[in-house]
């Protein structure tokens, strides 16, 4: 059974920062895409960034120079630096995991992140 726990998110300042962390438990291949997703109360989900088992990344535009993301690939888990922060970045954010096709991707629970003004 995979589980995905996220941990790390809190109440900020804006220009604070935060860490996220991602913990994965259970069979997930090592060709995994990670990804760091987020939705604000009325919003769609949206894609913040992402990481591959080659360690490429790609950042939304609103993050890019302020979030940084990064994995342990040994441990299949996945962290986002987020710095700068801005009240415009509160949001639950979601630990995302892509197996290669055709298996199934994951979810965690999620992580309120809030940015006071």
């Known amino acids: 059974q995979v589980q995905l726990v996220e941990s790390g998110g809190g109440l900020v300042q804006a220009g604070g920062s935060l860490r996220l962390s991602c913990a994965t438990s259970?069979?997930?291949?090592?060709?995994?895409?990670k990804a760091w997703y987020r939705q604000a109360p009325g919003k769609q989900r949206e894609l913040v960034a992402f990481?591959?088992?080659?360690?490429?990344?790609n950042y939304a535009d609103f993050v890019k120079g302020r979030f940084t993301i990064s994995s342990d690939n040994a441990k299949n888990s996945v962290f986002l630096q987020m710095d700068n922060l801005t009240p415009e970045d509160t949001a639950v954010y979601y630990c995302?995991?892509?197996?290669?096709?055709?298996?199934?991707?994951?979810w965690g629970q999620g992580t309120q992140v809030t940015v006071s003004s």
């Open positions: 995302n995991v892509k197996p290669p096709l055709p298996r199934r991707e994951y």
């Open positions: 259970g069979s997930l291949s090592k060709l995994s895409t």
């Open positions: 990481i591959t088992s080659e360690s490429v990344t």
